[in-house]
């Protein structure tokens, strides 16, 4: 199991896992890894990829085998693990935890080669709902204090093409979520009004960075966009929690989330990306201030995708092993002279 390090300066938590696949990238291995064929996630392949957690599909349909049309498993390459305590412990000035949590992955369609442009608003609608319903069930868990969904789209930034999802439960709030907390509670202390709320009123009436309104959410490109192309959604209603959006506002929402990847897809000369969706954090961690978004950023890395939407690092090598590898090498050279 990997382990939970904090930072003691910035008070980031960062998972150390020498498990991690992205290893191979770190360290100087040939062989790159291929897209497994056939593939795992595809209909006819269900034990393959994993028993399923819960799936939408056709009604009367049994568990693990076809007529799905949104798939829920677990991953097979978790950066955090579901049993196990949390064990909270010092090391010396420093502190770690395991590595406690829920590494889910959904399977967004049966097709295996679409973008989410290309997926009905229907199919869209469904996997939104998967998420809403995750949310809801993981919370349940009094280890976890925040949930989050990342998607990493496009070749260039995932092993597998077959749409697919990330759902997080974490035991800590990660710094991406935490800095925007403070954000907004330093802002509604000033102005007694939420900070994302006044953002959406500024685009609305300015109009020069929006790319859609909708009944129920916008969407566009921030005032300050950290990343080219960077694009948030915001829903026009105060609600700090993903996992109370009513069915309306899902609807609207996938409607709106095909035609910004549309946008995205059509008008860039690359094709991967991520999207995170920030929401509240759970138990006693909930802030009733805190206002759900997306945040879309078309061709980060994989790993540079989570980590600018969680603030919260994976390092498949941990600093020890870092450090004796390099002595080695110093070592080698030392003996070659
Ligand atoms: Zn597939
Ligand atoms: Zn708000
Ligand atoms: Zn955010």
């Not at 910035?10 to 992205?22: L, S, T, Y």
């Not at 597998?160 to 403070?182: N, T």
């Not at 700090?240 to 549309?262: H, N, Q, S």
């Not at 897809?265 to 206002?291: C, D, K, M, N, W």
Request: glycine content about 6%.
């Amino acid at each position: 199991m990997g382990e939970l390090r904090r930072d003691p300066v910035v008070n980031r938590w960062v998972i150390i896992d020498p498990e991690r696949a992205e290893r191979e990238a770190v360290f100087p291995i040939e062989e790159e890894a291929e897209e497994p064929i056939p593939c795992p996630f595809c209909p006819g392949h269900e034990l393959e990829a994993g028993k399923e957690i819960v799936a939408l599909g056709e009604p009367g349909r049994a568990p693990n085998a076809g007529g799905w049309w949104v798939r829920v498993i677990p991953d097979r390459r978790p950066i955090l693990r579901i049993e196990g305590q949390l064990d909270p412990r010092p090391e010396g000035m420093f502190d770690l935890m395991n590595a406690v949590g829920a590494h889910e992955l959904v399977v967004e369609t049966p097709e295996h080669d679409k973008h989410w442009h290309e997926l009905s608003e229907l199919q869209l609608e469904r996997v939104l709902k998967v998420w809403q319903e995750r949310s809801l069930d993981l919370r349940k868990d009094e280890r976890f204090r925040q949930v989050l969904m990342v998607k990493n789209y496009g070749q260039a930034t995932t092993l597998f093409r077959h749409p697919h999802s990330h759902v997080l439960a974490l035991p800590i709030v990660p710094k991406g979520v935490d800095e925007e907390i403070q954000g907004v509670l330093h802002y509604s202390r000033l102005k007694e009004r939420c900070v994302y709320c006044d953002i959406l009123r500024e685009e609305i009436r300015r109009g020069k960075r929006m790319l859609l309104e909708s009944s129920e959410v916008i969407a566009f490109t921030p005032f300050a966009s950290r990343f080219p192309f960077e694009t948030w959604i915001l829903p026009k209603f105060h609600l700090p929690d993903f996992g109370r959006i009513t069915g309306e506002e899902v609807k609207d929402l996938a409607a709106v989330l095909k035609a910004v990847m549309g946008m995205i897809q059509t008008s860039l000369a690359f094709s991967s990306g991520s999207l995170i969706l920030h929401t509240s954090p759970l138990q006693e961690y909930h802030r009733p201030e805190y206002h759900w978004h997306i945040e879309i950023v078309p061709k980060a890395s994989k790993v540079a995708g989570f980590e600018w939407g969680t603030g919260f690092f994976v390092n498949p090598v941990p600093p020890e092993e870092a450090a004796a590898w390099l002595q080695e090498g110093r070592q080698a050279r030392l003996e070659g002279l």
